[in-house]
């Protein structure tokens, strides 16, 4: 179609104005697309923390574990291993995953990414999701700053577990991994040197 001009030049203007109109709804669009699409990710991701408490508590009925660790479901051929949904073919955290066992409570932690769902009670209606950095030995200061305990097992200068790890799970890796029953840090004191730091995270909460 040729756009017929007037003096003042009209048909540019109006074809313009068409343009720009149209970049800005295309925009708006995209936006409500992308946006719609995260909080999809989001409830999906709900859901694998909602099937990981679940398939804990099964476990537990078996083990009594006060922490069920979802490597520990995934050995168990309970789950198979949860794909992250936010960032590609990448793998949700086997060993921050976990379900903590208090009394009569249940909370979950799945772990994907840089995406966290932390100490949710596994019967709640919706889980809160944060998004979290990496644990460093840094300090962090400021607010919404989580600190975590953290031990290696030390051997001729060589940490033998190839990275450091909270009090529950690094006894739990030691047994599997060394022989033996260890039942605390005490029994592994007798046999290993065990070094203990402190890791620094932010997170902050976003849905």
Same mark, same amino acid.
Do not use: H, P
């Given at each position: 179609?040729? @756009?017929?001009?007037?003096?003042?030049?009209?048909?540019?203007?109006?074809? &313009?104005?068409?343009?720009?109109?149209?970049?800005?709804?295309?925009?708006?669009?995209?936006?409500?697309?992308?946006?719609?699409?995260?909080?999809?990710?989001?409830?999906?991701?709900? /859901?694998?923390?909602?099937? @990981? %408490?679940?398939?804990?508590?099964?476990?537990?009925?078996?083990?009594?574990?006060?922490?069920?660790?979802?490597?520990?479901?995934?050995?168990?051929? &309970? $789950?198979?291993?949860?794909?992250?949904?936010?960032? %590609?073919?990448?793998?949700?955290?086997?060993?921050?995953?976990? @379900?903590?066992?208090?009394?009569?409570?249940?909370? $979950?932690?799945?772990?994907?990414? /840089?995406? &966290?769902?932390?100490?949710?009670? $596994?019967?709640?209606?919706?889980?809160?999701?944060?998004?979290?950095?990496?644990?460093?030995?840094?300090?962090?200061?400021?607010?919404? @700053? +989580?600190?975590?305990?953290?031990?290696?097992?030390?051997?001729?200068?060589?940490?033998?577990?190839?990275?450091?790890?909270?009090?529950?799970?690094?006894?739990?890796?030691?047994?599997?991994?060394? %022989?033996?029953?260890?039942?605390? &840090?005490? +029994?592994?004191?007798?046999?290993?040197?065990?070094?203990?730091?402190?890791?620094?995270?932010?997170?902050?909460? $976003?849905?």
């Amino acid at each position: 179609m040729k @756009v017929r001009f007037n003096e003042n030049g009209r048909g540019t203007y109006e074809f &313009l104005t068409v343009a720009v109109t149209c970049l800005i709804c295309s925009a708006i669009l995209l936006f409500i697309v992308i946006n719609n699409n995260q909080k999809e990710k989001y409830e999906v991701f709900r /859901y694998n923390a909602k099937t @990981v %408490g679940v398939n804990a508590i099964n476990y537990n009925n078996r083990t009594s574990d006060n922490v069920v660790y979802l490597y520990e479901l995934i050995n168990s051929n &309970l $789950v198979t291993r949860i794909k992250n949904n936010f960032s %590609g073919d990448e793998f949700c955290d086997v060993y921050e995953s976990k @379900v903590v066992f208090n009394n009569n409570t249940k909370q $979950v932690t799945l772990r994907c990414g /840089y995406y &966290l769902i932390y100490n949710q009670d $596994v019967t709640a209606d919706k889980f809160d999701i944060y998004k979290v950095s990496d644990w460093s030995f840094d300090t962090i200061n400021g607010d919404n @700053v +989580d600190t975590m305990k953290v031990y290696g097992l030390i051997k001729n200068g060589n940490n033998l577990l190839d990275g450091y790890y909270e009090k529950e799970l690094f006894i739990k890796l030691v047994a599997e991994n060394y %022989g033996g029953k260890y039942d605390s &840090l005490k +029994d592994i004191k007798k046999n290993y040197k065990v070094e203990e730091k402190t890791a620094y995270r932010k997170r902050t909460l $976003v849905s």
